[in-house]
Nanobody, 124 residues
């Protein structure tokens, strides 16, 4: 069992940066690949980024590639999402999740453990 708590969201202007954090409980955190997803009002939850259990491999949605960076610190049981050059279309609730099924890191169905989400709002 893993419990996840996101933080770091807020209201920023276009072009600004934010760093989201996701703190995990449980001694097995380092064994999970981790993902960030987001959901805007009226839209489906979409993949943003993922990172392997070791941190050696990272994956990004095309819409955030080159602007967002996912990282993790297994000693601190924390995964991060550094978001630069934010755009109004990045506005959404951002969720972190722990992968529990090998259906593909970009698919929400691969993740059983989810945080409660943190709101990111980017004004133009």
């Amino acid at each position: 069992q893993v419990q996840l708590v996101e933080s770091g969201g807020g209201l920023v202007q276009a072009g600004d940066s934010l760093r989201l954090s996701c703190a995990a409980s449980g001694r097995t955190f380092s064994s999970y690949a981790m993902g960030w997803f987001r959901q805007a009002p009226g839209k489906e939850r979409e993949f943003v980024a993922a990172i392997s259990w070791s941190g050696g491999s990272t994956y990004y949605a095309d819409s955030v590639k080159g602007r967002f960076t996912i990282s993790r610190d297994n000693a601190k049981n924390t995964v991060y999402l550094q978001m630069n050059s934010l755009k109004p279309e990045d506005t959404a609730v951002y969720y972190c999740a722990a992968e529990t099924h090998d259906y593909g890191l970009g698919r929400p169905v691969s993740y059983d453990y989810w945080g409660q989400g943190t709101q990111v709002t980017v004004s133009s």
